[in-house]
C-alpha cells in the first residue's frame, strides 16, 4: 500500500512527524531517498522531537556518520547520515550491522550510499520537492 504524508511548510513539520510516527509505527529501519536540501534532516529532526529527543541533543551526523539520542522513554535511537561514505567497509567499520539488529530505532539519510547493506525490512522513505516547495514524503509496506 502507497502512502503519502504533504508537509505543506515547516510550521506543518510536527504533525506530518506525528502522522508518519503513527502509520509507520512498528517499523524500526527506516531510510530516507531524497536530494540534497530536500529536507531529510529536517524531518529527522522533527520525528526526534516528537519521541521526546531534547531538541538541542539533535544534529546531524554528517562527520560522525552516526549519533546515538534518548527518546522520552530512554530508548536509543540511532541517526546515521551517510552522505561522506564512499565504500561500504566505512559502514560495517562502525558496527552498522550491530545498531541495524539491535531492534532500537535506526533512522538513515543517504542510504543509496550503502543500498547493498540494508536488510530486506528497511522501509524506504522518498522525499520529494513539490513545485511550491512544500514537500510529499512517501512509502510503500
Known amino acids: 500500500m502507497k502512502h503519502e504524508i504533504i508537509i505543506r511548510d515547516l510550521n506543518d513539520l510536527d504533525r506530518a512527524a506525528e502522522q508518519f510516527l503513527e502509520e509507520t509505527k ?6 530516507f531517498f531524497a536530494p540534497m536540501g530536500a ?3 529536517t524531518f529527522t529532526t522533527a520525528l526526534c522531537r516528537r519521541l521526546g529527543v531534547r531538541e538541542d541533543a ?4 554528517t ?3 552516526v549519533n546515538e539520542y534518548r527518546s522520552g522513554a530512554g530508548e536509543p535511537i540511532y541517526h546515521f547520515d551517510f552522505y561522506r561514505i564512499t565504500r561500504l567497509e566505512e559502514a560495517l567499520d562502525i ?5 541495524i539488529d539491535s531492534g532500537c530505532l535506526c533512522l538513515m539519510e543517504w542510504p543509496e ?5 540494508l ?10 520537492v513539490n513545485p511550491d ?3 510529499t514524503v512517501s512509502w510503500e509496506d
Open 95 to 99: 558496527g552498522f550491522y550491530d545498531y
Open 133 to 135: 516547495e512544500s514537500r
Open 113 to 117: 550510499n550503502i543500498e547493498a547493506l
Open 63 to 65: 562527520f560522525a556518520i
Open 39 to 41: 529536507g531529510k534532516t
Open 119 to 128: 536488510p530486506e525490512e528497511t522501509l524506504r522513505i522518498h522525499i520529494r
Open 26 to 31: 512498528g517499523q524500526n529501519i527506516l531510510a
Open 58 to 61: 539533535i544534529s546531524s551526523p
